[in-house]
């Protein structure tokens, strides 16, 4: 199994930038996809990026531009670099290894699947 932990959540304001980063207990090498989704009070879970074990990347338009996702496969993790926050992107931030993020972009899915148990950023304006 794959034990996901994340962190870097917090509070900031509007602007300005946080960093989260998602480490897997082992090698994500062979991991099809891997994503951060986020979901704020009484809305439904959202991708927010995603990227494939062939380095292919989605984001969620209204990110598109501020956040990048990025894997170390050496370090067996997943950053999600987030600019210019604002008080939309305020929301609990999760980290998911496999068969959703490989649904939801197309990639192979080997039937496992993984979440982390989550980190909050609140932007506020």
């Known amino acids: 199994q794959v034990q996901l932990v994340e962190s870097g959540g917090g509070s900031v304001q509007a602007g300005g930038s946080l960093r989260l980063s998602c480490a897997a207990s082992?090698?994500?090498?062979?991991?099809?996809?891997m994503g951060w989704y986020r979901q704020a009070p009484g809305k439904q879970r959202e991708l927010v990026a995603g990227?494939?074990?062939?380095?292919?990347?989605s984001y969620e338009a209204s990110v598109k531009g501020r956040f990048t996702i990025s894997r170390d496969n050496a370090k067996n993790t997943v950053d999600l670099q987030m600019n210019s926050l604002k008080s939309e992107d305020t929301a609990v931030y999760y980290c998911n290894a496999g068969s959703t993020t490989a649904q939801r972009m197309g990639a192979v899915n080997y039937g496992t699947d993984y979440w982390g148990k989550g980190t909050l950023v609140t932007v506020s304006s």
């Open positions: 990227i494939t074990s062939g380095s292919r990347i």
């Open positions: 082992r090698s994500i090498f062979s991991i099809n996809a």
